[in-house]
Every structure is written in structure tokens, then in C-alpha cells.
T-cell receptor, first 111, second 115 residues
Framework: KNQVEQSPQSLIILEGKNCTLQCNYTVSPFSNLRWYKQDTGRGPVSLTIMTFSENTKSNGRYTATLDADTKQSSLHITASQLSDSASYICVVRLNAGKSTFGDGTTLTVKP | DTGVSQDPRHKITKRGQNVTFRCDPISEHNRLYWYRQTLGQGPEFLTYFQNEAQLEKSRLLSDRFSAERPKGSFSTLEIQRTEQGDSAMYLC?????????????FGPGTRLTVT
């Protein structure tokens, strides 16, 4: 069982719609949580990074939330665009330095 | 320096051959990581360097795998006697241990196909 679980595994939405991706983690002690966007055949690109004391962080149309008590994070995408089609990966970094990656949510935005 | 670079971007090799990949990190970053990623999965940690010292190796890194970072700058990952199960995307990332957040910046990856 992965210590960082993401849901849904895949998602299809229409252009212009909003969506929310989920990340639940069990690893601890927690240092920070990051969301990455990975286009097909490319390396991941950082979207947001949050420490345990931060509840929300925005980057343009991307807003990440974090509840360190329930060990849940979400990534909300507003007014989706075709270019948002990608895999979104949640990564939890422990205080000891090790990072644990989720398997990602594959988002497809259709016109 | 605009980011992490990896070479080659694609490699097709026959089973049993050796392959070597190169990663050039962001110049001021002292930490360098190698990951392997298969389709539909997140990146799996392979190994990590701080400057030229290899500080951690995953159990995924069998004896056929070796990584070096001889001068604390670029790194190479060699796979000997490749197997079909080695087919994957090999990602390199770098970070600055001095920034506090240790945010990792990824390269574009090397796609390995073993036939």
C-alpha cells in the first residue's frame, strides 16, 4: 500500500470546467508537500509547495490545500484549459529528507 | 543555466547491452537525485548525491546499476547487462540543500527501451 495515495486515478473534464484532485498520505513526520505537473514524456514541474503550517497555496489557476491533521491535500484547478492535460503528482517530504511520491492523477481536458 | 538537462532523451538498446545516462543539474545545486518511472506510476527513488558523495541508494538499485558524481557537478547512471524490465523513464532532479525547502527540479528524463 502506497504511503501517498492519489485519487482519482484518472479524470476527464470539459475545457473551462473546474476539478479537484485528492492526495492522502500516511507518512510522517512531515516536512512539506508538493504538487507537480508532468506532461507526457517530460519531467515533473513544481506547482506548489506547502509546509505543515500552511493551509493553502495558489499558483495562478492552481490552488492547493493541506490539512495536516487529517493528512489530506487537494489540488483545485479553475477554468481548465487544454494545456492542463497532464499527470498531477503529490509528493510528501519527510523531516529526514526522504520524499515519497504518489502515482499521480491523469487529467484529460477535452474541448 | 536554465534547468536540469539529461542526455540522451531516448535510448533503445538490446537486452544484455550496457547503457549510460548523463544528468547536468542546476549549477548551484548541491543535491542530485535519480528516479525511475514506469507508465502510470510515480517516480521511484533510486539514489541521491550531496556534492560528490552518494548518500543513499534504494534497494531498487541492483548490482547492475551504478551512479557517479565525480566532481559534484554532473552525474552518470550506468546500467549493465540491461533487461527488458529496465525499460522506463529515468529522471534526474537537483535541489539546493541551502534553500531549506529542498525543492527538487526535474530534468526532461531519458526514456530507455530494452528490446
Amino acid at each position: 500500500k502506497n504511503q501517498v495515495e492519489q485519487s482519482p486515478q484518472s479524470l476527464i473534464i470539459l475545457e473551462g470546467k473546474n476539478c479537484t484532485l485528492q492526495c492522502n498520505y500516511t507518512v510522517s513526520p512531515f516536512s512539506n508537500l508538493r504538487w507537480y505537473k508532468q506532461d507526457t514524456g517530460r519531467g515533473p514541474v513544481s506547482l506548489t509547495i506547502m509546509t505543515f503550517s500552511e493551509n493553502t497555496k495558489s499558483n495562478g489557476r492552481y490552488t492547493a490545500t493541506l490539512d495536516a491533521d487529517t493528512k489530506q491535500s487537494s489540488l483545485h484547478i479553475t477554468a481548465s484549459q487544454l494545456s492542463d492535460s497532464a499527470s498531477y503528482i503529490c509528493v510528501v517530504r519527510l523531516n529526514a529528507g526522504k520524499s515519497t511520491f504518489g502515482d499521480g492523477t491523469t487529467l484529460t481536458v477535452k474541448p | 543555466d536554465t534547468g536540469v538537462s539529461q542526455d540522451p532523451r531516448h535510448k533503445i538498446t538490446k537486452r544484455g547491452q550496457n547503457v549510460t545516462f548523463r544528468c547536468d543539474p542546476i549549477s548551484e545545486h548541491n543535491r542530485l537525485y535519480w528516479y525511475r518511472q514506469t507508465l502510470g506510476q510515480g517516480p521511484e527513488f533510486l539514489t541521491y548525491f550531496q556534492n560528490e558523495a552518494q548518500l543513499e541508494k534504494s534497494r531498487l538499485l541492483s548490482d547492475r546499476f551504478s551512479a557517479e558524481r565525480p566532481k559534484g557537478s554532473f552525474s552518470t547512471l550506468e546500467i549493465q547487462r540491461t533487461e527488458q524490465g529496465d525499460s522506463a523513464m529515468y529522471l534526474c532532479a537537483s535541489s539546493s540543500g541551502y534553500s531549506g525547502s529542498y525543492e527538487q527540479y526535474f530534468g526532461p528524463g531519458t526514456r530507455l527501451t530494452v528490446t
